[in-house]
């Protein structure tokens, strides 16, 4: 199994330029989750899908970021516009058990927003 | 309060060292309880779940304190390849709050 594959690993962007982070989750998984990680606050839960259905989205900042989930291996994370304090490492995580049970996660995409 | 607290550390020990790390929890109706490591620069890995009863894998123990609200990780023997971050994951019914990580380095 290849894992969860994110892309990009690195994004460099400008501020108020449109970001689209990518992923696919472990085959089988119903569960999808993004999640942000900065020095200042960790590692924090944006949203999470179940069967390609957002669950909770209670995470996600402000109205600038939106996810979606087209099928079961696929998922985008989108910032637009995008500011500096959008840069963290963004991470996917799936499993196939749910909340409450060990996730695996994609190697993250480094974003950097000058 | 933070929901999830962690020493950050750094904790700095030799090789060889028995090193343990604890982490409190402020929600009493937690059901479930990880040990996450974390590399620099690279994703959070599963290093083991958190049992009531307390469990051990290899050279690493997790205990678990109901009561106090706090979760435990013990590393014996510990090799320069521990050196990482580790992080306590607490969950209930519908969220999964990570620690900030104790960050720990294992020296010759």
């Known amino acids: 199994d290849a894992g969860v594959i994110q892309s990009p690993r690195h994004e460099v962007t400008e501020m108020g330029q449109e970001v689209t982070l990518r992923c696919k989750p472990i085959s089988g998984h119903d569960y999808l989750f993004w999640y942000r990680q900065t020095m200042m606050r960790g590692l924090e839960l944006l949203i999470y899908?179940?069967?390609?259905?957002?669950?909770?989205d209670s995470g996600m900042p402000e109205d600038r970021f939106s996810a979606k989930m087209p099928n079961a291996s696929f998922s985008t994370l989108k910032i637009q516009p995008s500011e500096p304090r959008d840069s963290a490492v963004y991470f996917c995580?799936?499993?196939?058990?749910?909340?409450?049970?060990?996730?695996?996660f994609g190697s993250g995409t480094r974003l950097t927003v000058v | 309060r933070k929901e999830v607290e962690q020493d950050p550390g750094p904790f700095n020990v030799p090789e060889g060292a028995t090193v343990a790390f604890n982490c409190t929890y402020s929600?009493?109706?937690?059901?479930?309880f990880f040990w996450y490591r974390q590399d620099c620069r690279k994703e959070p890995k599963l290093l083991m779940s958190?049992?009531?009863s307390g469990n051990e894998d290899g050279r690493f123990t997790a205990q678990l304190n109901r009561a106090s609200q706090y979760i435990s990780l013990l590393i014996r023997d510990s090799k320069l390849s521990d050196s990482a971050t580790y992080l306590c994951?607490?969950?209930?019914?519908?969220?999964?709050?990570f620690g900030a990580g104790t960050r720990l380095t294992v020296k010759p």
């Open positions: 929600n009493s109706a937690s059901q479930s």
């Open positions: 994951v607490v969950t209930d019914n519908n969220d999964m709050r």
């Open positions: 899908f179940n069967n390609n259905v957002p669950i909770d």
């Open positions: 958190v049992y009531s």
């Open positions: 995580a799936s499993t196939e058990t749910g909340i409450g049970y060990g996730y695996t």
